[in-house]
């Protein structure tokens, strides 16, 4: 059975995908926190920094994947 985060339609190296969910969960359980705050530690924020600065993360990219998701709700959903 796939899990979330074993494979990924957006990067093409895995680890990127699951450091993706692992910076969505963290600073989505502290939405209001600044990220040193909410990921509790600084290997953690390092982490996130470094990761939003890889040239291979483009916002571009992670936004196209929410937009097709988005679609493919709305068209199950026509009546």
């Known amino acids: 059975m796939d899990h979330p985060g074993d494979k990924s339609e957006i990067f093409q190296d895995i680890r990127h995908a699951k450091r993706l969910r692992k910076t969505l969960l963290v600073l989505s359980e502290h939405p209001a926190e600044t990220v040193p ?11 996130i920094y470094r ?21 493919k709700r709305c068209v199950g959903r026509r009546e």
């Open 37 to 47: 705050k909410a990921s509790g530690n600084a290997s953690e924020s390092q982490s």
């Open 51 to 71: 990761f939003w600065s890889n040239k291979k993360v483009k916002q571009t990219d992670l936004l196209a994947s929410h937009r097709e998701a988005v679609v």
